[in-house]
């Protein structure tokens, strides 16, 4: 999707702020996606929290993805928008009664399980019901992702998973308990990594815990490394469908599969996120004494990644062909951090010119909030509008 190609002029016709999705680009990644992961057979469920907006899901859906949850709500709406209950795996460290209840009713593929108390808790829910719940263990396996400190999730310092030195002691609760299956091993190092090194020691982590198991005679049915690959924020035209090639070429070298072993990724932020861009217009244009400001009709309760983990998401003035010139990128909420970018080069600006943030895809209309009292962001389609 580039500057050239958005229907500005229908554009115009919208309420701003609003999320438009390129739903070809969306199909793209998903064909590519499939390539793939059929070349070694491995599984994809797709991370309902990067985006949960119903259209994106039934084409993901229809294309033959399974769902990773991270919340009843999520399990509901993979089942709405057609995901498979046996394609559905449901992780989170704070899963409540009702949520794994709704995951037992359904008889979803598996609950990726964080501690001794949520092991316990499932068994006797699924006791409960007569029922045997299917649970990996999620193990945090103390492997260093290089990303935001606020999106890195395998450090033993994270709150995420069972630490390497308590797994055999949640192994031995597990086998005793009469209404729990153990199937697998799960892992999930963080967010937007761009050193694929983490991977590698990723695999190598679980190759060694692997052989320490079967040096006990436990089987994994199933290994699954969740997700984590990066997207190019900074030129998302340069490479539109991230490099999964690469990636699953990684595992595919790395990973010491057993025989009927199923090897299993949560992909999300890569699937979504080059396909979404938030569109705003351009409320004033502020000139100070040492900077000038663009201010917008979108906030931060609309694209919150910037104000939160300080991310960059490229602003292109899609209305304007006149020189670049530089400005500080505002929203119109009441708060400091409201800000998208600083010292940026744009075409010049000018009331009522639209600015499109790209790479929204993945958490931007999902992480919306009304603070301020403001609505949320619609949402509109390449292939509706």
Known sequence: MIKGIFPIEKFRRLQTPFYYYDMVLLQDTLNVLKTEI?????????????????????????????????????????????????????????????????????????????????????????????????VALRVNPNVDAHTHAKITTGLQENKFGINLSLLNGVLDALFKMNHVRFAGLHFHIGSQITDLSA?????????????????????????????????????????????????????????????????????????????????????YVKKGETKQFAILDAGFTDLIRPAMYGAYHHPENITSDEPYEIYDIVGPICESSDVFNKDIEVNKVRRNDLIAFRSAGAYGEIMASQYNCRALPKSYFSNEL
Do not use: M
């Open 199 to 283: 991977f590698r020691n990723l695999c190598i982590r679980a190759n060694e815990l692997q052989d320490e198991l079967e040096a006990r005679d436990i089987e994994i049915d199933h290994l699954n490394f969740g997700g984590g690959l990066a997207i190019d924020y900074f030129h998302p035209n340069r490479l539109p469908v991230p490099e999964f090639k690469d990636y699953f070429a990684l595992f595919h070298k790395f990973v010491k599969p057993r025989e009927g072993q199923q090897i299993h990724f949560e992909l999300g932020r890569s699937v979504v996120g080059q396909c979404g861009s938030l569109i705003s217009k351009v409320l």
């Open 38 to 134: 059929n070349k070694y057979g491995y599984q994809q469920h797709y991370a309902i929290k990067a985006n949960a907006n119903p259209k994106i899901l039934a084409l993901i859906a229809k294309n033959g993805f399974g769902a990773d949850c991270v919340s009843g709500g999520e399990v509901q709406a993979a089942l709405n928008a057609g995901f498979p209950a046996y394609g559905i795996v449901f992780a989170g460290v704070g899963k409540a009664d009702w949520e794994i209840n709704l995951g037992l009713d359904h008889d979803i593929a598996c609950f990726n399980v964080e501690s001794l108390a949520e092991l316990e808790v499932i068994n006797s829910l699924a006791e409960a019901k007569n029922k045997t719940a299917t």
